[in-house]
């Protein structure tokens, strides 16, 4: 059975950090795409960050470049997403979801998701 569980979200002030951890359980993730996508309220969920072991690549929304980070423990098997000087505006749901080998930055190309993990920048 593939899980995704995200864990380490929470409340922290403007200009704080946060990482987000996805431990994904049920299939070999040597071979898949690791993606955090977010949802803000009454917004569409959109593509945050992604990393593919076939290729190497990583991706970032426009919005977080330069501060946020992926990265993998492959011998955790566990991804992780560093956020670095959070604002208000990267309040929001983030979710890890799973797409086979390579990265896409839309929605419908992932297979499985986790529950997700709020969190909320707020002074």
């Known amino acids: 059975q593939v899980r995704l569980v995200e864990s380490g979200g929470g409340l922290v002030q403007p200009g704080g950090s946060l990482r987000l951890s996805c431990a994904p359980s049920?299939?070999?993730?040597?071979?898949?795409?690791m993606a955090w996508f977010r949802q803000a309220p009454g917004k569409r969920r959109e593509a945050v960050s992604c990393n593919s072991n076939m290729d190497g690549n990583r991706y970032y929304g426009d919005s977080v470049k330069g501060r946020f980070a992926i990265s993998r423990d492959n011998d955790a098997k566990t991804v992780y997403l560093q956020m670095n000087n959070l604002k208000p505006e990267d309040t929001a749901v983030y979710f890890c979801?799973?797409?086979?080998?390579?990265?896409?930055?839309?929605?419908?190309?992932?297979?499985?998701w986790g529950q997700g993990t709020q969190v909320t920048v707020s002074s």
């Open positions: 979801a799973r797409r086979n080998r390579f990265c896409s930055g839309t929605e419908s190309d992932y297979v499985d």
């Open positions: 049920g299939f070999v993730w040597e071979y898949y795409a």
